[in-house]
Nanobody, 114 residues
Framework: QVQLVESGGGLVQAGGSLRLSCAVS????????IGWYRQAPGKQRSLVAS???????NYADSVKGRFTISRDNAKNTMYLQMNSLKPEDTAIYYC????????WGQGTQVTVSS
């Protein structure tokens, strides 16, 4: 049974930083593409950052230069380092194993106050 469990969300002031973690069990992430999504109230869930199995990364324009996706294959864990946070980054953040897989974490709330 594949499970993804996020942690690290919380309340932070604008300009601050958070690091989200996503611990994966039931499968190994080392050969899989991974991603982080977010969903703000009243908006659709959207892809924030992704990394293929080769380590190439892509970011949404809104987070380029501020967010960094990474993985630790030995710990079977993926991360999202978020710096220079803005109130518009407030959302529930989800980790996911990408195509051809379709496994999601339960989400972690990130709230950025102005």
């Amino acid at each position: 049974q594949v499970q993804l469990v996020e942690s690290g969300g919380g309340l932070v002031q604008a300009g601050g930083s958070l690091r989200l973690s996503c611990a994966v069990s039931g499968t190994t992430i080392g050969t899989k593409a991974i991603g982080w999504y977010r969903q703000a109230p009243g908006k659709q869930r959207s892809l924030v950052a992704s990394m293929n199995f080769g380590g190439n990364t892509n970011y949404a324009d809104s987070v380029k230069g501020r967010f960094t996706i990474s993985r630790d294959n030995a710990k079977n864990t993926m991360y999202l380092q978020m710096n220079s946070l803005k109130p518009e980054d407030t959302a529930i953040y989800y980790c996911k194993l990408l195509y051809p897989y379709d496994f999601w974490g339960q989400g972690t709330q990130v709230t950025v106050s102005s």
